[in-house]
């Protein structure tokens, strides 16, 4: 990328940003710069995505991811008002995490949260230990492995493009801590039907709407826990 094309991004980003309410400090939209950076190296090696245009990956996956920053961090003060976790740091998971989307901006931007990104595909899981040397985030791991494997518990589960809510909450429950752990779902429009058919032992508590600069696209968080 030239240094023209860089700085118009990171203007972009840092308004995004600003536009979201999200307050970010100058290391943290340096290391954001990094992470597109990184997958528009990698990509053509990893497979990461098929975005391909940096414009396009600035507003697709980092605004994207971005948007649900706040959300999660009002879940992280509520979780630590609760005591549910005292003693410990928070635990997330990102399911199906590919190029490290939402994961790697949730470790970048809550780095109190210690995060693993889990993915079946094993050069994946390595792009994302990749990045977390690049970045210097101690907080950011790689798994390779399927979902449904895991059974170490994690505070919040979240995943992106990856699956119907039925089959997220089925394949990653015994990843969830009990019992306070919850589902952070971010998808498309309101997805009625796949809440539907959610199992009766898991409660949608919240449906929250995302709006994302940039991208004219209806987005949201749907927030669940086992009842
Ligand atoms: C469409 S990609 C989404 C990647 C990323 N979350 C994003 O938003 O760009 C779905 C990812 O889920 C991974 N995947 C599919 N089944 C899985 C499973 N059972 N456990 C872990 N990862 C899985 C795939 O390898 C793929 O990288």
């Excluded at 950011?140 to 992106?160: I, K, P, Q, W, Y």
Aim: aromatic letters at 6%; proline letters at 5%; hydrophobic letters at 50%.
């Amino acid at each position: 990328m030239s240094a023209s094309t860089t700085e118009a991004l990171q203007a972009r980003l840092r308004e995004g940003a600003a536009a979201m309410g999200l307050e970010l400090s100058a290391p943290q939209l340096a290391q954001l710069m990094e992470f597109l950076a990184l997958l528009q190296k990698w990509n053509k090696v990893y497979n990461l995505t098929a975005v391909r245009d940096p414009q396009e990956m600035l507003t697709h996956h980092l605004l994207d991811s971005l948007a649900a920053v706040l959300p999660l961090r009002r879940h992280l003060a509520q979780l630590a008002q609760s005591g549910a976790v005292q003693g410990r740091g928070v635990r997330l998971l990102d399911v199906g995490s590919g190029g490290g989307l939402p994961g790697v901006v949730f470790a970048i931007c809550c780095p109190e949260l210690d995060v693993s990104c889990v993915d079946t595909v094993g050069k994946k899981a390595a792009f994302i230990q990749q990045a977390a040397v690049a970045l210097k985030l101690r907080n950011l791991h790689g798994l390779h492995a399927r979902v449904e494997t895991l059974t170490e518990a994690f505070d919040v589960v979240s995943c992106r493009a990856f699956a119907s809510l039925p089959d997220f909450v089925v394949w990653s429950r015994s990843a969830l801590a009990a019992p306070h752990g919850v589902w952070l779902a971010m998808k498309g429009k309101h997805p009625a039907d796949e809440i539907a058919g959610l199992p009766a032992d898991v409660k949608v508590f919240h449906v929250e709407q995302l709006t994302v600069p940039g991208l004219d696209a209806e987005r949201c968080i749907v927030w669940m826990q086992p009842v």
